[in-house]
């Protein structure tokens, strides 16, 4: 593969982590989620190649 095309999906991946983290760190801030264990799910897609791909796991709140 082409140092252009590693270069946008690294820029791309690493938008796709620090904006989720930042969005899951906001939704739990404040509530009572000590201990408790969410599921959850990423979903990329790439319409014009027809492709989705999804990751699912659990994250656990903190004490």
């Known amino acids: 593969m082409s140092d252009d095309f590693n ?3 690294r820029k791309f ?14 939704a739990m801030r404040g509530a009572e989620t000590g201990g ?15 492709m989705t791909h999804e990751v ?3 994250i ?3 004490d």
């Open 36 to 50: 408790k264990t969410y599921k959850v799910k990423a979903v990329v897609t790439i319409e014009e190649l027809g």
């Open 13 to 26: 991946l690493k938008q796709v982590g620090v904006t989720s983290q930042q969005a899951i760190e906001e």
């Open 7 to 9: 270069m946008s999906m």
């Open 56 to 58: 699912s796991g659990e």
């Open 60 to 62: 656990t709140g903190q």
